[in-house]
């Protein structure tokens, strides 16, 4: 499910509201273990363009 829900964000990417959208998604379907390596990923991937999407989503989960 995770490199599902990466592939997802990569090709969503442009667009901010499915990234948001589809990142919240995410949190749901995945484990704590995924969860965190999915932070990572979108941490490395991103930061620079959605830091506050990121930092919204995973202050909620």
């Given at each position: 499910?995770?490199e599902h829900?990466?592939?997802?964000?990569?090709?969503?990417?442009a667009?901010k509201h499915?990234?948001?959208k589809?990142?919240?998604k995410?949190?749901?379907?995945?484990?704590?273990?995924?969860m965190a390596?999915?932070?990572?990923?979108?941490m490395?991937?991103?930061?620079?363009?959605?830091?506050?999407?990121?930092?919204e989503v995973?202050t909620?989960a």
């Amino acid at each position: 499910m995770l490199e599902h829900q990466k592939h997802i964000l990569i090709s969503i990417s442009a667009d901010k509201h499915l990234f948001h959208k589809e990142l919240k998604k995410s949190i749901g379907w995945l484990d704590p273990s995924e969860m965190a390596k999915l932070h990572t990923w979108v941490m490395k991937n991103y930061w620079k363009t959605h830091k506050d999407v990121i930092s919204e989503v995973f202050t909620m989960a």
